[in-house]
């Protein structure tokens, strides 16, 4: 069994939504996207996500399409190799015009804080100390 994630998230304008992510270092596959769509590559071909434009996304299930700015049904959670590159992310992700709901919670082994995309997406970035890993 193949083991990958391939997250699928509708988003208002995919040229945003591209440019947003962009600017976190995430890349995209030119091959799987289109007009409707964009393929991105958060963690190499582990972890994925489908950007779909609400339309589309809307074409491929049969219930309404969730607005993430109103309600969330899922905190998508990222693990980081340091702390730093924790702080990096969030503040990228600031300046590309998301925002952070709470402060960094800071634990001393472990460090989270999180973003909300520029269509509502929760994302929350964890840093555990290597000698705290299980």
Request: net charge negative; hydrophobic share 45%.
């Amino acid at each position: 069994m193949n083991k990958q994630i391939i997250l699928n998230l509708p988003v208002k304008d995919l040229d945003k939504s591209r440019t947003f992510f962009s600017a976190l270092g995430f890349t995209f596959n030119a091959r799987f996207s289109s007009e409707h769509s964009a393929f991105m590559h958060i963690v190499g071909d582990t972890i994925q996500a489908m950007l779909a434009t609400e339309p589309f996304f809307a074409s491929l299930i049969d219930k309404p399409v969730a607005q993430a700015r109103e309600a969330n049904e899922i905190v998508i959670c990222l693990s980081c190799e340091s702390r730093e590159e924790l702080d990096l992310l969030i503040a990228r992700a600031v300046a590309a015009g998301g925002r952070t709901p709470h402060p960094p919670e800071d634990h001393g082994f472990m460090v989270d804080q999180g973003f909300e995309d520029i269509d509502g997406h929760l994302w929350n970035l964890v840093w555990v100390a290597p000698e705290e890993k299980p």
